[in-house]
């Protein structure tokens, strides 16, 4: 199994709503990755776990919080959105984040999120 | 700080052969990745390069010079399927993922 798997693929929501998006990988891979990803642009990192331990928080505001409850699963809660933060967020994985091999990174199909 | 730079857009046609250039500026190098990106979709995997020289893969290859801060993807027989956008990323010192804002390839028949 080489694949990331993200649910929902579609999420619209309000400002004041709650909600969580999820992502899974069955490839042994003990660092996960949050990315978000706006039209046109890079995807910009935003949270990685390494060995369920949080290790990188690129400076994310609070109403996103992540959350890895085991080494083939992370989520990422959602509350108190802004219209601006309607984008693309993907999940990712990779064996280690540290050195060695390549470990490049496989990316799940995202989730489209649009906050109303 | 950290810069990576490649060209916005490219146009090649069909069964032609397009280089797209990279340059970085990074604070330490850790690898050098090349993803592809479909409208829509997730990234994905084509190449990696931590050592200079060049890497093969079928009709994609990758070209690395650490003393420069280069890099270069080529693309042979290219095919209606390779447009796309392809991003590169540097991994630096601190093993963190920096990608490029990605270069935009229409081929044309």
């Known amino acids: 199994d080489t694949e990331v798997t993200q649910t929902p693929k579609h999420l619209v929501m309000g400002m004041t709503n709650k909600k969580s998006l999820k992502c899974e990988q069955h490839m042994g891979h003990r660092a996960m990755y949050w990315y978000k990803q706006k039209a046109k642009k890079p995807p910009e990192l935003m949270f990685v776990y390494s060995y369920e331990k949080l290790s990188i928080n690129e400076s994310v505001p609070s109403r996103f919080s992540p959350e890895c409850p085991n080494s083939s699963l992370l989520n990422l809660h959602l509350h108190a959105l802004q219209p601006e933060d309607s984008a693309l967020y993907l999940c990712?994985?990779?064996?280690?984040?540290?050195?060695?091999?390549?470990?490049?990174?496989?990316f799940g199909p995202g989730t489209r999120l649009t906050v109303l | 700080g950290q810069n990576i730079d490649q060209p916005t857009e490219m146009t090649a046609t069909e069964g032609a052969i397009v280089q797209i250039n990279c340059t970085y500026q990074?604070?330490?190098?850790?690898?050098l990745f090349w993803y592809q990106q479909h409208a829509g979709e997730a990234p994905t995997f084509l190449s990696y390069?931590?050592?200079?020289g060049l890497e093969e893969k079928g009709r994609f290859s990758s070209f690395l010079s650490r003393s420069k801060g280069y890099s270069y993807l080529l693309l042979k027989e290219l095919q209606m399927k390779d447009s796309a956008s392809y991003l590169c990323?540097?991994?630096?010192?601190?093993?963190?993922?920096?990608f490029g804002a990605g270069t935009r390839l229409f081929v044309k028949a």
């Open positions: 990712a994985s990779s064996q280690d984040r540290l050195a060695g091999a390549r470990r490049e990174q496989f």
């Open positions: 390069n931590v050592l200079d």
């Open positions: 990323a540097v991994r630096d010192r601190g093993f963190k993922t920096i």
């Open positions: 990074t604070s330490g190098f850790n690898g």
